[in-house]
């Protein structure tokens, strides 16, 4: 089994519609990570977690929220989908100290379209 | 100015020569840096990572850091087929760990056959 998962692998929603993108990790991983994908412009940092009670902004958080709900789990919402959020998504963890520290891991991504 | 830059490329070699992958960034504070391999369709891998200026190596890779220089690359020797994707470079400002990480857009490699 893959050790990083994501649901769902693939979504067309439409405008205003309200999506969750799930991930879950059987890595132990304190650390998770959500990024963004879009042609020419690289992996971007979205919101990332260390913890469940630890969640921080990253570069673009704007019209996105997170949900930490377990140390494996962390899901990203969008709350009113909008076009030019359609991009892949990819969900990411990583070991801190004593969990194979810079061993990075990524889920196989969720592409996201919003019409 | 991009935090991180790369030549989007494509860069093509053929079969069995070096590759060469530039990486150079903007923040001075930087202080880890890391490679990453996507192939097409496909989340990215991490292949090498580096802390200190010099050369690391790990199998036909090699990672070369100049802190001074802004700068970070990647050597591929004896290019396969099978290593054209797309490589990310990724840096952040933690010592030690990829803690949050600004990625440059890539650059992708074709090996021809």
């Known amino acids: 089994d893959a050790d990083v998962t994501q649901t769902p692998r693939n979504r067309i929603t439409k405008t205003g519609k309200r999506i969750m993108l799930e991930c879950s990790q059987t890595?132990?991983?304190?650390?998770m990570y959500w990024y963004r994908q879009d042609p020419g412009l690289g992996l971007r940092l979205i919101y990332y977690?260390?913890?469940?009670?630890?969640?921080n902004k990253g570069e673009i958080s704007d019209g996105y929220s997170v949900s930490r709900q377990a140390q494996a789990k962390f899901s990203l919402s969008l709350e009113s989908a909008i076009p030019n959020q359609t991009a892949l998504y990819f969900c990411a963890t990583l070991g801190g100290p004593g969990q194979g520290n810079n061993e990075q891991f990524f889920g196989p991504g969720t592409r996201l379209t919003v019409l | 100015q991009k935090e991180v830059e790369q030549n989007s490329g494509p860069l093509s070699v053929p079969e069995g020569a070096i590759a060469s992958l530039n990486c150079t960034y903007s923040?001075?504070?930087?202080?880890?840096f890391f490679w990453y391999r996507q192939y097409s369709g496909k989340s990215p891998e991490l292949i090498m990572s580096?802390?200190?200026?010099g050369d690391k190596e790990d199998g036909r890779f090699t990672a070369q850091l100049n802190k001074a220089s802004q700068y970070v690359s990647l050597l591929i020797r004896d290019s396969q087929p099978s290593d054209s994707a797309t490589y990310l470079c990724?840096?952040?400002?933690?010592?030690?760990?990829?803690?949050?990480?600004?990625f440059g857009s890539g650059t992708q490699l074709t090996v021809l056959p």
């Open positions: 923040d001075r504070v930087s202080q880890s």
């Open positions: 977690s260390f913890d469940v009670k630890d969640i």
């Open positions: 990724a840096v952040n400002r933690e010592p030690g760990s990829a803690r949050q990480l600004t």
């Open positions: 580096i802390y200190s200026n």
């Open positions: 890595k132990g991983h304190d650390r």
